[in-house]
């Protein structure tokens, strides 16, 4: 009796029917969602980051060409300006955009066509001093008084709006992960009482010979360590390819001219970034696992 019980487990096969096929596409594909989201969220909330750090301490003043090149020409205006900036406490710097380069920053939103054709505002760099405090109210009422028209922009609105962008990205991707995370759990208890439901006979005469509960779970977890590690590795290397892809053409498109207005590349993540990103198939890896062992072993017991 020993001996038939170490010849079958020996040749005890579990078979799923078309259940494990199925399941390995379906976890694939989960994975490669999943890390496409993870590499999504890194990369919005990195280019937030840059973006606040690079624009911490910068104003812009924008100064409209002057309808009239008299006595307020664009050259007074812009010397008005400017001298009301030297004066000012909290100024590290500024200097004037050339037009040329003013038409460089803007073609990529408006399009070489429109640029063309509008009267593009004098812009003003502003620096300020680390930790300065700058009234910038009164400080744009000075300007506005010299120049009309003229704007003093602290990026802060813009920086809330691409902030808020930012976050609801990254939320985004991590609810797809957890939402992706909870499918494959499902698929996996699916297909471990699948295919103790096929392979029922088979279990309960192991039982009857002796087989721990925990033997015939590790039997089906063996299973599906084999059925969807493989499909875990290739749904993300497909991932990672298709970032990567990605940011291939968006340097070619930037090389044609076509500058993106965020650079797009893989030095954009950081090495933790991309750590994160290859720990999402190991994760999904360990979860199947995991899944797939408690589901067979709360199968067995409710069986016994």
Known sequence: MAGMARRSRREFAVSHGNTVAFLGWTVGVMVYLATLAVAGALFAQTVLDRWSLSLAGVVTVQVPQASQPASNGPLNRIDSVTAILDETPGVHAHAVLENARTRALLEPWLGESLIAELPLPLMIDVQLERGAQVDFTRLGERIT?????????????????????????????????????????????????SGL?????????????????????????????????????????????????????????????????????????????????AAVPVAFAILTVVTARLAALYALRRMS
């Not at 808020?164 to 995370?181: C, D, H, N």
């Open 145 to 193: 008084s010299v120049a009309p028209g003229s704007v003093l922009d602290d990026h802060g609105l813009w920086l809330s709006r691409v902030a808020a962008t930012a976050s609801t990205l990254a939320r985004g991707g991590w609810i797809v992960v957890l939402l992706v995370g909870l499918v494959a759990v499902i698929s996996v208890v699916f297909a471990i009482l």
């Open 197 to 277: 439901t096929v392979n029922r006979d088979i279990v309960e005469l192991l039982k009857l010979m002796g087989a721990r509960d925990t033997y015939i779970a590790r039997r089906f977890q063996g299973h599906m360590v084999g059925t969807t590690l493989p499909v875990c590795g290739l749904g993300g290397l497909c991932a990672i390819g298709t970032v990567l892809a990605v940011t291939g053409l968006a340097r070619e498109n930037g090389g044609r001219g076509q500058a993106l207005p965020v650079q797009l590349s893989p030095a954009a993540l950081s090495l933790l970034d991309w750590v994160i990103v």
